[in-house]
């Protein structure tokens, strides 16, 4: 029996190598970006979601920079090599993509947070609010 799973077949497994190699080139995942956050990063982690969405909670380290405001004169501020990972609400907001395409347009190096601040949450990490940095000093 074909169910809609296997009616078309999966592709040879040379050509499932290069397509699942190549994803690890345009995104990471929340566990990495959070142990990476605890050693010490090596890229600079952006929220391009609203300033008001960024207050209620947001990944801790992270910047708040909207898509739209991605511009070559506010990106000066870092190294042309420094990378950048994006990041939005989830899989169901496409922002982190809108970010990472206007980073990629500035000859920026860049990758998306897969999952966002839901994929953050659902790894049971904790979000910084604006109250929260405020009592730290962050």
Same mark, same amino acid.
């Given at each position: 029996?074909?169910? #809609? &799973?296997?009616?078309?077949?999966? %592709? +040879?497994? $040379?050509? $499932?190598? @290069?397509?699942? !190699?190549?994803e690890f080139t345009f995104?990471?995942?929340?566990?990495?970006? /959070?142990?990476?956050?605890?050693?010490?990063?090596?890229?600079?982690?952006?929220?391009? =979601?609203?300033? #008001?969405?960024?207050? =209620? *909670? /947001?990944? +801790?380290? $992270?910047?708040?920079?909207? /898509?739209?405001?991605? &511009? =070559?004169?506010?990106?000066?501020?870092? +190294? @042309? @090599?420094? &990378?950048?990972?994006?990041?939005?609400? *989830? +899989? /169901?907001?496409?922002? %982190?993509? =809108?970010?990472?395409?206007?980073? !990629?347009?500035?000859?920026?190096?860049?990758?998306?947070?897969?999952?966002?601040?839901?994929?953050?949450?659902?790894?049971?990490?904790?979000?910084?609010?604006?109250?929260? #940095? %405020?009592?730290? *000093?962050?």
């Open positions: 029996m074909t169910t #809609a &799973v296997t009616a078309v077949p999966p %592709a +040879p497994s $040379a050509l $499932a190598r @290069e397509h699942f !190699a190549a995104e990471t995942d929340c566990w990495d970006v /959070h142990d990476a956050l605890e050693k010490g990063a090596d890229f600079v982690l952006i929220d391009v =979601r609203s300033p #008001a969405l960024f207050a =209620r *909670g /947001h990944v +801790p380290g $992270a910047i708040n920079l909207p /898509h739209g405001k991605i &511009v =070559r004169s506010k990106m000066s501020e870092w +190294p @042309e @090599e420094t &990378v950048f990972v994006t990041y939005c609400a *989830g +899989p /169901h907001c496409n922002g %982190a993509a =809108r970010g990472a395409l206007r980073l !990629a347009g500035l000859d920026r190096p860049v990758k998306i947070m897969a999952g966002g601040i839901t994929g953050w949450i659902d790894e049971g990490f904790r979000l910084e609010t604006a109250e929260t #940095a %405020a009592a730290t *000093g962050t």
